[in-house]
Nanobody, 124 residues
Framework: QVQLVESGGGLVQAGGSLTLSCQAS????????MAWFRQAPGKEREFVAA????????RYADLAKGRFILSRDNAAPLMFLQMNSLKPEDTAVYYC?????????????????WGQGTQVTVSS
């Protein structure tokens, strides 16, 4: 069973930066993809960014393009999300997700494993 643990959330002023981390354990397969989603109060969970370990570069939602950078440590099961120029509307719980077949999906329901989430609050 894959376990995902997010860290790095917190309170930051608008315009500031945060870097989230996702640590994975228990993986027994080699082809997988990892993603960041977020969910604000009263809203649906939405796709932020993802990368596949089968090849290709990261994929970003429009809300993340130009501000967020997804990176990964291929030697360790780690994924990062560097968030710059944060806005109050970025306030949400940010979740790490994993898909065991290496495909990137925009729909949250298509991902196989989830972390518990980390809160990001951006003050104005």
């Amino acid at each position: 069973q894959v376990q995902l643990v997010e860290s790095g959330g917190g309170l930051v002023q608008a315009g500031g930066s945060l870097t989230l981390s996702c640590q994975a354990s228990g993986r027994t397969f080699s082809n997988y993809a990892m993603a960041w989603f977020r969910q604000a109060p009263g809203k649906e969970r939405e796709f932020v960014a993802a990368a596949s370990w089968t090849g290709g570069g990261p994929r970003y939602a429009d809300l993340a393009k130009g501000r967020f950078i997804l990176s990964r440590d291929n030697a360790a099961p780690l994924m990062f999300l560097q968030m710059n120029s944060l806005k109050p509307e970025d306030t949400a719980v940010y979740y790490c997700a994993e898909s065991r077949y290496g495909y990137i999906y925009l729909e949250p329901g298509a991902w196989d494993y989830w972390g518990q989430g980390t809160q990001v609050t951006v003050s104005s």
